[in-house]
C-alpha cells in the first residue's frame, strides 16, 4: 500500500511540479530511489553562496529543469551547515552537485553554477550513464 502512495505522490509531482520537489535526507532519498528505480540528484549548498543562490533561483526555476529533474530523479538537497552530509561528500566548495545510483554511488559529479541548458545536458549525461550502468549489471 505504501508503495502505491509513494507512486501516486511521485507521479502526481511530475504531472503538477511547478517546483522540484526536494528530500532534505541522504537515507530517504537513497530508499526512494529504490522504489521508484530512479538515480539521485543531489544538490549541496551552503548558506551565503552567491553561486547557489544562482544557481537556485535560475536554473531550478526553469521548467524545463524542474521537468527534468522530476520526470528522471529523485531530487535531494542537503545545506552543509543544517543537514548530514556524507563524508565522501563533504567537500569545500558550493554548489556541488552529484547524481548517484539507488546504492549511492557516485555516476556524475560537477560543480558550480550551470544555466537550465547546460544543466540539462549534465543530467542526461548522468542519467545515460545510470542506465549504461544497470545494463551491464544485466
Not at 502505491?4 to 504531472?15: K, R
Not at 530508499?31 to 540528484?41: A, F, Q, R
Not at 545545506?79 to 561528500?89: G, Q
Not at 554511488?105 to 540539462?120: C, S, V
Request: charged share 20%; hydrophobic share 40%; with cysteine.
Amino acid at each position: 500500500m505504501i508503495r502505491y502512495i509513494v507512486i501516486l505522490l511521485l507521479s502526481w509531482n511530475i504531472i503538477y511540479a511547478d517546483k522540484i520537489q526536494w528530500s532534505h535526507n541522504y537515507v530517504d532519498a537513497l530508499s526512494i530511489s529504490k522504489k521508484v528505480h530512479k538515480p539521485v540528484y543531489l544538490f549541496i549548498t551552503t548558506p551565503g553562496c552567491q553561486w547557489c543562490n544562482k544557481f537556485e533561483t535560475t536554473t531550478l526555476t526553469d521548467p524545463k529543469t524542474i521537468k527534468y529533474i522530476a520526470n528522471n530523479f529523485v531530487a535531494l538537497h542537503l545545506v552543509a551547515s543544517r543537514d548530514t552530509i556524507p563524508e565522501k561528500f563533504a567537500q569545500f566548495a558550493f554548489p556541488r552537485h552529484y547524481f548517484l545510483d539507488q546504492q549511492g554511488n557516485i555516476i556524475f559529479k560537477a560543480l558550480g553554477y550551470r544555466d537550465a541548458e547546460l544543466f540539462i545536458s549534465i543530467a542526461q549525461t548522468a542519467l545515460q550513464r545510470y542506465v549504461k550502468k544497470n545494463k551491464e549489471k544485466k
